[in-house]
């Protein structure tokens, strides 16, 4: 994965946030243009935040938002124990640490300390999140990413990678939160743009 998601067919303010309806945040902008969002540096550098409807919208044909049985195979095949896959929060050892990537995005921590820093490929960046209250947060210091397993009809799974942490966070999050997502294929086009992990292609 070289970079985030950043498919941005239209932005929406912070304070405005939906369960049901697509909303696209870009890190720190209110307004409402699309060109000037997309000129904004956190985009630049960190994509597009979604809610969790937008992270379903957002997939280009033959692409797909993984599901919560996909992450858990991708972690698998980086060495977690399947025995711990389908526990909430923390999981595994050095997973997270695998999965990030772009060491001088991210605060000093346990994360980047790890040998195994950045050995996927994957490149997980700190991209913060909009919150369901329309605040944003975290940048520099974490990142959630969207499964497409909705948990009822307001909450949905993600994954959590953060700075303190080697592993990969396991949980919930009600929908009208803005986080990063990774797409999925069964293909093998455009594999220089992606990686091939757990059998499958993400970008």
Not at 134 to 153: A, K, P, Q, R, V
Request: glycine share 10%; net charge negative.
């Amino acid at each position: 994965m070289a970079e985030n998601l950043a498919y941005l067919p239209l932005v929406s303010s912070s304070s405005e946030g939906s369960d049901i309806d697509p909303h696209y945040y870009v890190y720190n902008y209110r307004g409402a243009s699309v060109t000037e969002a997309s000129a904004a540096d956190e985009y630049k550098t960190y994509g597009v935040l979604y809610n969790w409807q937008a992270s379903m919208d957002a997939c280009p044909e033959g692409w797909h938002l993984p599901t919560d049985e996909e992450w858990k195979e991708l972690e698998v095949a980086l060495g977690m124990r399947l025995v711990e896959a389908d526990h909430r929060g923390s999981r595994g050892t050095n997973e997270g640490s695998k999965l990030a990537g772009d060491v001088d995005l991210w605060q000093d921590g346990n994360l980047e300390y790890d040998d195994t820093f950045g050995e996927s490929r994957f490149t997980a960046i700190p991209a913060g999140y909009r919150s369901r209250s329309g605040y944003f947060s975290w940048i520099g210091y974490g990142t959630h990413f969207w499964t497409s397993t909705e948990n009822d009809d307001v909450s949905a799974w993600r994954r959590t990678i953060n700075y303190l942490d080697t592993r990969v966070g396991r949980d919930t999050l009600q929908k009208r939160n803005g986080i990063s997502c990774l797409l999925y294929t069964s293909d093998a086009a455009d594999e220089e743009d992606s990686v091939d992990l757990g059998g499958r292609r993400i970008i």
